[in-house]
């Protein structure tokens, strides 16, 4: 993945609408059925899909449906830049360039929804 289609799942600042417009506009790496590769695509275009469907913003919907239900009070898929506790991924222990409006990083799996611990509370990852 090039840093041009990065931007589509890692850019919070984008919209999901302008995310999967995005993803829309790029080639295929491989013809459909025949090979696979991960990307946080898939979730954005769910996301998107979710809106549309119910009329919501996917914040609303994860904030409605999972977040508050499970009183998970720091929980977001657009997490505020101004926010000083914020962590986000990395490469190799460096910022992920694709994320530059994040200050504090730490390594992990996935781009999509972010959980912000309050402030001063550790942040252990499983090995």
């Known amino acids: 993945m090039n840093r041009r289609q990065a931007r589509w799942i890692r850019d919070f600042r984008l919209t999901l609408e302008e995310a999967v417009n995005g993803i829309a506009g790029e080639e295929l790496i491989y013809k459909p059925g025949t090979e696979y590769a991960y990307s946080g695509a898939g979730y954005c275009v769910l996301g998107r899909v979710a809106e549309v469907v119910l009329g919501q913003s996917f914040e609303t919907l994860l ?22 506790n914020i962590a986000t991924g990395s490469i190799k222990g460096n910022p992920n360039p694709a994320t530059p409006i994040f200050r504090l990083t730490f390594t992990y799996r996935s781009s999509e929804a972010v959980s912000i611990p309050r402030q001063g509370t550790p942040l252990v990852l499983p090995e």
């Open 63 to 84: 904030q409605q449906r999972l977040a508050q239900p499970l009183q998970l009070e720091r929980t977001t898929y657009f997490p505020d830049p101004e926010d000083p």
